[in-house]
């Protein structure tokens, strides 16, 4: 054991000083030495120890020889490339992606990326370019917050990583990206309204046609960008925000409709009426996004739940009305596929009562029962 622990301990000397002869020469004396290292979870391996020095070379040969060693983490929840990166080592950064580019997704302490960390500052931006062109998917990863790394980019006011992330979005067809909300519910437009420093980037999104549907959309906490950025402290400094966001058709919270969750809407309605209420002449069903949709990765669980939910309630509904049509089979009109479209609504499916909410929305994959907005 102590003979190993040695051998261990002189590998790892050896990653520091970027010597590969030694490194071979420990090798033949116990050639299970890196099979050993990678049994443990978290390790300091001779990967992460070069990587850390700066130690191109010896980090490029220990990675071909243990792949499985750039995807470790080490005690302090790190990745051979996070500290390669933390350490300024961009020769060895750019050998370690050069040869497995998916270290770039690598998820570290709190979920963070390679490529959150690069997201972070703009005297990075050009190996956020980098990480982007090598493996373009990472861009979809998110921290155990919810994070993009455009969300990373906005709240630590780097215009410079923003613009590289939001022309690859354009150049990729990943705008939709724009839309995604952390765990507080705040898109890149809520962080961006939230700080001065980030005025242009507000303007960037603004200017995004396809996120004008997502303009109006609350947090948690029941905010619209616009409330954020009037109710600022500042809020004479964030005049140009806001009124680029109202130039843009952004409301504050108070002009939105009353919004109910799934559940005391299910509490409203008789069972056997939820056909009725879904195909009402007076509401509204917004389609369901496609489940192949990659934005549906960043849902929290509760909404992917609430999803599932309304999703197996229609379908139940659908199959009920099929098996036992308004107005029942037997009642003298039996031609189904010419009048079951105006028995539906003359049996009182499709007759809401009076004073029900006009409309019924899946607006960024939420619930949303809608009345008449306030005067």
Not at 251 to 278: E, M, Q, V
Request: glycine share 8%; aromatic share 6%; charged share 20%.
């Amino acid at each position: 054991m102590e003979q190993t622990l040695d051998v261990v301990q002189q590998v790892l000397m050896a990653a520091q000083e970027n010597n590969i002869d030694a490194f071979y020469g420990l090798l033949g004396q116990d050639p299970y030495i890196l099979d050993r290292i990678d049994t443990i979870p978290f390790v300091q391996t001779p990967l992460h120890t070069a990587a850390s020095a700066g130690s191109t070379h010896f980090a490029s040969e220990v990675l071909r020889l243990k792949p499985s060693f750039g995807k470790k983490l080490s005690l302090d929840g790190l990745s051979a490339l996070d500290l390669a990166l933390r350490g300024g080592h961009t020769q060895t950064v750019r050998g370690l992606i050069k040869h497995d580019p998916q270290l770039i997704r690598v998820e570290g302490k709190k979920g963070i990326t390679p490529l959150h960390y690069v997201s972070e500052a703009e005297d990075r931006a050009d190996l956020l370019a980098e990480f982007l062109y090598r493996c373009p998917k990472s861009i979809e990863d998110l921290t155990i917050a919810g994070e993009s790394a455009v969300h990373i980019a906005v709240n630590n006011s780097n215009l410079r990583g923003f613009k590289v992330l939001l022309g690859w979005m354009e150049e990729t067809g990943n705008k939709h990206i724009l839309e995604w909300e952390d765990e507080n519910g705040n898109t890149v437009l809520h962080l961006a309204a939230s700080s001065r420093n980030n005025i242009e980037a507000a303007r960037l999104i603004i200017k995004q046609r396809t996120f004008r549907r997502a303009i109006n959309c609350c947090n948690v906490a029941g905010l619209t960008a616009l409330d954020i950025a009037l109710g600022h402290p500042n809020a004479e400094e964030h005049g140009s925000i806001a009124k680029a966001l109202c130039a843009a058709g952004a409301k504050r919270s108070t002009s939105h409709s009353k919004t109910i969750n799934l559940a005391d809407y299910c509490a409203l309605i008789p069972a056997r009426s939820w056909l009725g209420h879904f195909s009402a002449p007076n509401y509204r069903l917004v389609k369901v996004p496609n489940p192949r949709n990659p934005s549906i990765n960043s849902m929290s669980g509760e909404k992917r739940s609430a999803l599932l939910v309304v999703a197996v309630l229609i379908a139940t509904a659908t199959y009920q009305a099929i098996l036992n049509p308004p107005g029942g089979l037997a009642s003298g009109n039996t031609d189904i596929s010419t009048n079951s479209t105006s028995n539906s609504t003359d049996a009182g499916y499709g007759n809401p009562q009076a004073g029900s909410a006009p409309l019924l929305l899946f607006p960024n994959f939420g619930i949303y029962y809608r009345e008449a907005l306030a005067p």
